[in-house]
């Protein structure tokens, strides 16, 4: 939810702060800003994308090599040119950039009208940078001291960057629940919300605490203090991020590179965990926490979005291969409805970003409350990884693509691969069963490269579909959680309404709906169910409903009553998931190309969403 990027060196701010915005545009796009510091204080916005800000400035003084830049997501206030990033402070002296919520904003607000000061925008965040103006003129403190005190004074979540004309060598900035981190290169500094920006100019980072202020002078080292004025020591790590693996590398969108990744990013995430001929797993993240995850009497996973689907297919895996009961919760809602948990409970908190707003406050109740918390986090060192106990990175590489592909594919591998030690350690599972699925894991990244190969023919369905205004996605069992998440994709990005359902659950409302213009995507590979399967597609026939089937290659009985078929490879129950996934991504990006949709960019969404 908003990206922020900031610059101070020899170079010129302008382009490393565009190139920067462009990069973090996934985490919101409805205006974006940029100011810069050249003697004066410039200031350019406009609602909008990157791009339009980059036209809006064509012509403009865009010099200085000092800037801070923001792309927004809006909370408060409409997208629009006042409200968009930077905000001046009254004497135009300052200007912020800020992610995230004050939310005693109304308060401050107030407070500061009585004394005086005028606001411009309906935003949270030009309340933050009177407050600062307004210390700092009546206390006569440095600038990140004003910040500080201010800082006191908030509640909320924020990541900032502020630049004074009265101190243009200084750049100052903090966070706490946004995520905040400092590149430092030679003689000059970078600031972003996360690495993608910074990876091209220096690999030496300094992820920031929460309630952490930076204090960034030109030509001398950093300071960092905490926002009750503790000094700390910057420690800084090595990126281990690729140029190449923030760069659409020949595709037309980041999802569909992304989509096409997934080969290599489920291997990624077994990569030195699974050795199917010893019979080993291991994940060294959870080493020290595995025998009480064994001894657990429940697991309750809590994620929001596309992890909150990954969570629906771990808890088939634990219940059935290493037979732990399991909850899956919405983050959101398990924080707000005094849920109980015991000093006994296992809190699995699934997320791609590691920011996710209601996922970390899920996290921070249950821990309150003595629970183990085991993180499953793509984003190295990001808030959910640091607020865990323990975890396991999913290794997936960045994912830009508002909508998750590979991270949910990965998140799942890491389930499977936990349940699967779980179910070792209890003796739940026989040895040659053990071997067996072992040894088809390790075959899966093969087979989603085999799957793979039926985009072409995904592409030319997908183009029968593009005025399509509903669809119903069906799936039992471990296919379930499939057909909510193929709905989700859908609807994210192509905007067609579509809802995912348990296959028999249809008869109890949604089969109203059914009529020849409903397509109904039905998961048909379950070994299990399959005679119930075939008997709700009939269901959908004996409605004229149109039936899209994904079926398991070689399948006789759905071929003949399907209207249209995808193949998958063969592969065990358990880890259909992993394959009947990746024809419904390629589904919703072909229909949403085919609608012109902004497939990486969808309306609306962000792709890290640190509000709650
Ligand atoms: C947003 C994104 C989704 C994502 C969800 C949870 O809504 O658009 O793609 O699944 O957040 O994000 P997380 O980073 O916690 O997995």
Redesign the pocket.
């Known amino acids: 939810m908003c990206g922020i990027v900031g610059y101070i060196g020899s170079r010129q701010a302008f382009p490393i702060l565009m190139k920067g915005l462009y990069r973090l545009e996934y985490r919101g796009y409805d205006s974006a800003g940029i100011a810069l510091l050249n003697g004066d204080l410039k200031l350019y916005k406009t609602k909008g994308k990157v791009a339009d800000l980059e036209k809006f400035v064509f012509g403009k003084d865009i010099t200085g090599t000092v800037g801070i830049a923001h792309t927004r997501w809006a909370t408060h206030g409409e997208p629009n040119n006042v409200n968009a990033h930077p905000h001046f402070s009254q004497s135009r002296n300052l200007a912020i950039i800020h992610n995230g919520i004050i939310e005693n904003y109304l308060a401050l607000k107030k407070e500061l009208i009585s004394r005086g000061y005028k606001f411009e925008s309906d935003t949270d965040t030009e309340v933050l940078i009177h407050l600062i103006d307004d210390i700092r003129n009546n206390e006569g403190v440095t600038l990140d001291e004003a910040v500080r005190i201010a800082l006191n004074e908030v509640v909320g979540a924020y990541a900032i960057a502020i630049i004074s004309k009265n101190d243009p060598d200084m750049l100052v900035a903090a966070r706490k629940g946004s995520p905040l981190v400092v590149g430092i290169g030679i003689d000059e500094f970078f600031l972003a919300s996360d690495a993608a920006p910074i990876v091209e100019h220096t690999k030496e980072v300094i992820y920031l605490n929460d309630e952490e202020i930076v204090c960034i002078r030109r030509g001398e080292q950093i300071k960092i203090k905490t926002i009750k004025n503790k000094n700390k020591t910057p420690y800084s790590q090595k990126l281990e991020m690729n140029l190449s693996e923030i760069e659409k590398g020949g595709f037309d969108h980041f999802m569909l590179k992304e989509i096409y990744e997934q080969p290599r990013s489920i291997l990624d995430s077994m990569r030195g965990r699974l050795n199917a001929r010893q019979g080993k797993v291991k994940l060294g993240g959870i080493i020290d926490y595995e025998q009480k995850m064994a001894n657990a009497q429940r697991i309750i996973i809590v ?5 909150w689907h990954a969570g629906l297919v771990g808890e088939y895996l634990f219940e059935d291969l290493a037979r732990i009961p399991v909850e899956v919760e919405y983050a959101s809602e398990f924080r707000y409805r005094n849920p109980i948990i015991t000093e006994d409970d296992i809190v699995i908190a ?7 707003a209601d ?1 970390l406050a899920a996290i921070e109740l249950a821990k309150s409350k003595g629970a183990t918390i085991i993180g499953i986090c793509n984003v190295v060192g990001s808030s959910i990884a640091r607020a865990t106990h323990a975890g396991s990175y999913t290794h997936a590489g960045p994912e830009i693509g ?3 592909t590979k ?1 949910f594919t990965a998140q799942v591998t890491i389930l499977t691969l936990m349940a699967l030690r779980l179910a070792q350690m209890r003796g739940t599972i026989k040895k040659t069963r053990f071997y067996q699925i072992l040894n088809e894991l390790e075959s899966i990244p093969d087979k989603v490269s085999e799957t793979l190969k039926i985009d072409t023919k995904i592409k030319e369905l997908a183009s029968l579909f593009i005025g399509t205004r509903n669809f119903l996605y069906l799936g039992r069992g471990y296919n379930f959680p499939v057909a909510m998440e193929g709905a989700l994709k859908l609807k ?1 990005i192509s905007y067609i309404h579509a809802e995912g359902y348990p296959a028999a659950e249809m008869k109890h409302g949604p089969i109203a709906l059914i009529d020849q213009e409903m397509p109904v995507v039905v998961i048909a590979t379950n070994k299990g169910t399959y005679d119930k399967v075939i008997s709700n597609i009939q269901e959908v026939k004996a409605r004229r409903g149109i039936i899209i089937a994904i079926v398991t290659k070689g399948d006789v009985a759905v071929k003949d009553l399907a209207d249209y078929i995808i193949e998958v490879p063969e592969t065990e129950e358990l880890l259909v998931p992993l394959l009947a996934t990746i024809p419904l991504q390629l589904l919703s990006y072909h229909i949403a190309v085919g609608r012109n949709c902004n497939v990486d960019q969808p309306r609306n ?5 640190t509000v709650e």
């Open positions: 994620a929001c979005g596309t992890s699934i997320s791609q970003s590691g920011e996710t996922t508002v909508a998750s991270a994210e969404l962000a792709k890290s969403v």
